[in-house]
Nanobody, 115 residues
Framework: QVQLVESGGGSVQPGESLRLSCVTSGDIFSSASMGWFRQAPGKQRELVAGITRHGTLHYADSVKGRFTISRNNAKNTVYLQMNSLKPEDTAVYYC?????????WGQGTQVTVSS
């Protein structure tokens, strides 16, 4: 069974940074393109960053230049470095397969940006 465990969220002020981590089971990580999604209250879940297993990157326009996705294949872990955070980045962040049929969603990690 695939497991996705996200961590690293928190409450920060605008302009600050956070680094999210997602540990995945090896069943999907080695062959999948992985992504970070977010869901704000009252909004649909959206893909904000994706990385293929070969390292090709994709970013939503709203986070381009501020967020960086990376992966450590040896640790089955995908990261999201978030800099220059804005109040509109407030959401629950999840990792999952970036494109195609997702695995079961994890609990996510809450990111709150507020002054």
């Amino acid at each position: 069974q695939v497991q996705l465990v996200e961590s690293g969220g928190g409450s920060v002020q605008p302009g600050e940074s956070l680094r999210l981590s997602c540990v995945t089971s090896g069943d999907i990580f080695s062959s999948a393109s992985m992504g970070w999604f977010r869901q704000a209250p009252g909004k649909q879940r959206e893909l904000v960053a994706g990385i293929t297993r070969h390292g090709t990157l994709h970013y939503a326009d709203s986070v381009k230049g501020r967020f960086t996705i990376s992966r450590n294949n040896a640790k089955n872990t995908v990261y999201l470095q978030m800099n220059s955070l804005k109040p509109e980045d407030t959401a629950v962040y999840y990792c999952n397969i970036a494109w195609g049929t997702p695995a079961d969603w994890g609990q996510g990690t809450q990111v709150t940006v507020s002054s």
